[in-house]
Structure formats: C-alpha cells, structure tokens
C-alpha cells in the first residue's frame, strides 16, 4: 500500500499445488496480497502471464523472469506469446 491506501503490485504469481507453501514463501516481503481463482492451470496460467504485463512486467515488478508454464503444458502466453 503507498501512502495514499492504494494497493501497489509489486510481484505477481500463481500456486499450481500448494498454495499454502507459496504464499508463505513470499508473505515476510509481501504481507498483503489479493488472490483470484482460476478455473483451471491453463487460466491460471493465462491470468498470471496477463497480469505480469498488465502490471510493468520485469520493469516495475519484482518478478524476475516471464511467469513460466507447467513442465508438461505447450501453452504460449497470451499477452506476449512466449514460448513460441
């Protein structure tokens, strides 16, 4: 949040099994956070790679690297279309 109340993203990523580990990994530098769900890995996917652009990408984020797909998925990014 800046000093205005608005919620400032600063890192954006998505769980494909255990939410609970993933969040706890990232809660000490990121004690807040909004979620959605997605109703399936693939929109998962796609959510997380349109919000990384939506969001500044490398530039304003503090992702270091285009959200990645799941080892066994073919799927490109919507946004961008990596992993052509």
């Known amino acids: 949040m800046n000093d205005k109340g608005v919620f400032i993203v600063k890192y954006v990523g998505r769980a494909d099994s255990d939410l609970?580990?993933?969040l706890k990994k990232h809660i000490e530098k990121?004690?807040?956070?909004?979620?959605?769900?997605a109703t399936s890995p693939k929109a998962a996917f796609e959510k997380e790679c349109k919000n990384f652009h939506?969001?500044?990408?490398?530039a304003s984020l503090e992702n270091s690297i285009h959200p990645d797909r799941p080892a066994e998925a073919?799927?490109?990014?919507?946004?961008?279309n990596n992993f052509e």
């Open 30 to 37: 990121h004690p807040k956070f909004k979620y959605s769900y």
């Open 74 to 80: 073919s799927w490109k990014c919507p946004e961008c």
């Open 20 to 22: 609970n580990s993933r």
């Open 54 to 58: 939506d969001f500044g990408e490398t």
